[in-house]
């Protein structure tokens, strides 16, 4: 099958019923009138049909998810109004995202790949040229050698809860907006996310080597671990919704690039909203435990503690290698599936 030929053919039905779902979103189903209902039945009716072809043909992900976002639409705007259950919550959080993250895998770890790059960046560069401080670790850090910031720490008293949930909000939101900035840089054809990515790389690398270099190496990790390894994934994914629209942009894949950079976006969010919880848990771990120092906290135990999390959310952000194929992340609803 000429998939290109295929898809410049139906393409004119598809945008007809995305003009027409439009309208419906903006002003209603009384903007229509009545031959444009029955137009907007007809079509999708027609674009259904063409999901299940396309996904039966074996065609890109990119063209069946851009009819699945339409096929989705036109049911969410035609069919009984229903409020949202904790079951479509749960479904998205234990079913589709899972799904999604293993589709998007690539996505995800070129995010991790840049970062880590500028991670290996950070770390050479503070290596073998420590003057470079200034521009290879983070200004708050610059006026505090680290075996003073350790003593310090152990000497201070633990925070109040009233001052570990105040600082545990400003980090969420904090990390909130590192990640929407990665995300939303991906309209520069990905590379505003890219360099957010690797800058905050850089950084991290920078103060790893500035601790390690003072034999502070396992302070410094079970420091920063316990909220690192989820507000990492968090930056991951969001990086990922980046390049995903960045990928939209550059790949539309024989799609008019307006509706390649809509479907992609769908795609995106998603991944984006899979972040919110997870910074919220980095967050109240960030500014509690993370900031119990040894002799409170014992390195070992804070390190243990870390990778308990770490594996407990990474199994359930793997669980779709676990289970197998099954549940996908564009969920179509059950009428057409049961067609």
């Known amino acids: 099958m000429d998939e290109n030929g295929w898809v410049r053919d139906r393409s004119p039905r598809w945008q007809t019923l995305e003009r027409l779902l439009t309208r419906v979103e ?110 290879l670790i983070p200004e708050d850090h610059l006026s505090l050698e680290p075996i003073l910031r350790a003593q310090q720490e152990a000497e201070a008293q633990a925070a109040s809860v009233d001052e570990q949930a105040a600082f545990a ?20 054809a990905g590379v505003g996310t890219g360099v957010v990515l690797f800058f ?58 307006s509706l390649s950079l809509r479907q992609e976006a769908t795609v995106a969010l998603r991944l984006l909203l899979a972040t919110l919880p997870i910074l919220v848990v980095a967050g109240i771990i960030e500014g509690t435990i993370s900031q119990i120092h040894p002799p409170q906290l014992p390195v070992g135990f804070k390190i243990s503690f870390a990778l308990v999390m770490g594996g407990a959310l990474y199994l359930w952000l793997g669980a779709a290698w676990l289970r197998g194929p099954g549940a996908l992340t564009q969920s179509v609803p059950r009428a057409l599936s049961s067609r």
């Open 26 to 135: 903006e002003g209603g189903l009384r903007a229509l009138r009545l031959e444009e209902a029955r137009a907007l039945a007809r079509h999708h009716r027609e674009v259904s049909g063409d999901l299940l072809r396309a996904r039966a043909r074996g065609l890109p992900a990119e063209v069946t998810g851009y009819l699945n976002d339409l096929v989705g639409r036109a049911y969410a705007l035609t069919a009984p109004r229903r409020r949202m259950r904790w079951h479509d919550i749960w479904r998205f959080y234990w079913l589709d995202l899972p799904e999604l993250i293993r589709r998007e895998r690539w996505m995800i770890l070129g995010a991790a790949a840049l970062m880590l790059a500028g991670g290996l960046f950070g770390w050479l560069g503070m290596a073998m040229d420590p003057e470079a401080a200034p521009f």
């Open 169 to 188: 909000t400003w980090l969420f939101t904090h990390n909130i907006q590192v990640s929407f900035l990665a995300f939303a840089l991906g309209i520069t």
């Open 200 to 257: 905050n790389g850089v950084f991290l690398g920078g103060l790893a080597q500035v601790y390690a270099a003072r034999g502070l190496a396992g302070w410094f990790w079970a420091w920063i671990l316990p909220h690192g390894i989820p507000e990492l994934t968090a930056i991951f994914l969001a990086g990922a919704a980046g390049l995903i629209l960045g990928r939209g942009l550059i790949a539309p894949r024989g799609l008019p690039r």
